[in-house]
């Protein structure tokens, strides 16, 4: 660990409420992220990198060191305005390759914190119309925070802003077979069972840890993701469940990487690719979905 990534970490644990912006030690959160990524996306010292929600720059730091090496860059944005001043204060002055702003997001996303800050902001849409399309789009722990339009909103503007062979890597907590029941019988470590009032309502299509603050945690119906994903053009590449279900994962939320929607070849034949892969026609899983995100990596036959 390099002296400036380290004193950026202290700061970070000195910053008042930092446990604000997320469980978990700073260093060891940022840590985990960096290689969460670099593991699974391809990432070049030469790359523009989004950081979309970006706090304290737990989830930029390392980002920004490790594309100082190849004159990348790397632009972070948040709603909050005293949060994007530490960035730029504590990261910005150690890295020129560096730039933070504060956003401000259309009405119906305004977050609860920006709401009560008197500062006008300018919209994200101006601020990113400034830079070069971005190689990688990251969000952990904020579409956490959003509810469903607010992320078909992002959805249309990652399509603005990301080179056409970029990706997005964001971060979730899904709701399916595996998580509603256990968020029924609080069987999860805190998140969305925390705070919810008892009885725990049944986990529909989207279920917020506190009824009277929506944006405090979002877990939200994996299905509606991907079709959201898909109405505007993006196809999951890898999906990752996280730790908060209570097994061992690289991750604590659900991780999602998205690239652009490759198509479906003209000679798929989806009844042909059941009757070829019987774990997929087990599964349920609609056959193209299935082959988009993993059969055609796994180079499985398909007609
Ligand atoms: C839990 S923190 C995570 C911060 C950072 N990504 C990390 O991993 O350390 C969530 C962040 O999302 C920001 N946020 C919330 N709603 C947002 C929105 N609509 N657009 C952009 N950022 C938002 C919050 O201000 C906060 O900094």
Redo the contacts with the bound molecule.
Sequence with gaps: MNTKLTEIYEAIRRFPTAE???LGE?ET??ME?FRFVTKHVPVGTDMRIL??????????APFVDYLSNGGGHLVG????ER?TAFCSEVIGSRYSNASFYA?S?PDS???E??RNNPTILPP?EKILARHEPFDLV?????F???LPE?MDA?FSLFNHILKPDGRLVLTFLFLDEWTRPKIRNRALPSMISRDTPNPMPEPGRVCFSSPSNP?AVVAIAIDDVLAMVKAHGFQPEQIHFGSWRAMPSETFQDALVLQREHTIPADFDPKRYLALHEDVARSGIDPAQHYLIWGKKERRPYK
């Design positions: 604000s912006i997320g700073p959160v940022s992220l950081d979309l929600g970006c706090g304290l720059g737990r989830s930029s944005v948040d709603v909050v949060m956003c997001v996303y305004l977050f914190q920006q994200i990251m969000a952990f722990s904020v956490t925070h959003l607010e992002y944006r």
